[in-house]
C-alpha cells in the first residue's frame, strides 16, 4: 500500500528540549511538505521540499528544522527556540499536478 | 499574495438537508482549485479539484464549479449525512507551483 506515514502518534517533550518528528512515503513524490494546525485554524506551511537535498521556509520557520537526504524521508525538528509548539503537526507529499496526499498527523504537547 | 476565505463555521444541519460551503480566492495567473476533507484527529484527504475554469470538481455526492468570474468555489452536496461530518478546507495552487494555500477551514456538523 503507497501512503505517507507519521510517528509517533502522540509526542510528548518538556520545555527545552528538541524534538524530531518522522515523515515516511513511499509514493515516488519528490516535493514533500510540514504543516502546522492549531486547534480551529487552518494549516500554516512550516518548510517544503521539492527535491532530495534541498529546501524551503514556510510562512513559520522559526523555531524548525528539517532535512532532506532522501527522497522518501522528511524529518522536522522542533527545537527549544519554538516558543509554542504545542499543535498538531502534518507531513504531506505531492505530484507534480499539486495534489498533496497527508499523512496521519502528530500531536506534539509540551509539558 | 494569494488567499482563500471560507464561510466561518461551525456549520450544523441535519441529516438529508443541503449543504453549501462557500469558498472565494484572490491569486494571481490561473490557480487549480481543492477542497481537502479532516475528519477528527485524522489528516487531509483530498476531496475533489478543478483546474480550470467552468471546471466542475465531484466525489461522493460532493459538487464545486470552478467560477473564475466571481473567483468562487463553492462546495455543495444535496443530502447530507451523519458521515460527512468533518472540516472542510478549500485551498488553491497556482500554476506550475506545487505549494497550497488553505483556507481557515469549515467545521460541518450533521446531525440525525
Known amino acids: 500500500d503507497g501512503g505517507i506515514t507519521q510517528s509517533p502518534k502522540y509526542l510528548f517533550r518538556k520545555e527545552g528540549q528538541n524534538v524530531t518528528l518522522s515523515c515516511e512515503q513511499n509514493l515516488n513524490h519528490d516535493a514533500m511538505y510540514w504543516y502546522r494546525q492549531d486547534p480551529g485554524q487552518g494549516l500554516r506551511l512550516i518548510y517544503y521540499s521539492q527535491i532530495v537535498n534541498d529546501f524551503q521556509k514556510g510562512d513559520i520557520a522559526e523555531g524548525y528544522s528539517v532535512s532532506r537526504e532522501k527522497k522518501e524521508s522528511f524529518p522536522l525538528t522542533v527545537t527549544s527556540a519554538q516558543k509554542n509548539p504545542t499543535a498538531f503537526y502534518l507531513c504531506a507529499s505531492s505530484t507534480r499536478l499539486a495534489v498533496q496526499y497527508f499523512g496521519p498527523g502528530t500531536r506534539l504537547t509540551v509539558l | 499574495g494569494n488567499s482563500v476565505t471560507q464561510m466561518e463555521g461551525p456549520v450544523t444541519l441535519s441529516e438529508e438537508a443541503f449543504l453549501t460551503i462557500n469558498c472565494t480566492y484572490t491569486a494571481t495567473g490561473y490557480p487549480s482549485l481543492f477542497w481537502y476533507v479532516q475528519y477528527p484527529g485524522e489528516g487531509l484527504q483530498l476531496l475533489l479539484k478543478a483546474t480550470k475554469a467552468d471546471d466542475k470538481g465531484s466525489n461522493k455526492g460532493f459538487e464545486a464549479t470552478y467560477r473564475k468570474e466571481t473567483t468562487s468555489f463553492h462546495l455543495e452536496k444535496g443530502s447530507v449525512q451523519v458521515s460527512d461530518s468533518a472540516v472542510y478546507f478549500c485551498?488553491?495552487?497556482?500554476?506550475?507551483?506545487?505549494?497550497?494555500?488553505f483556507g481557515q477551514g469549515t467545521r460541518l456538523t450533521i446531525n440525525p
Open positions: 485551498a488553491l495552487s497556482e500554476t506550475g507551483a506545487q505549494k497550497l494555500v
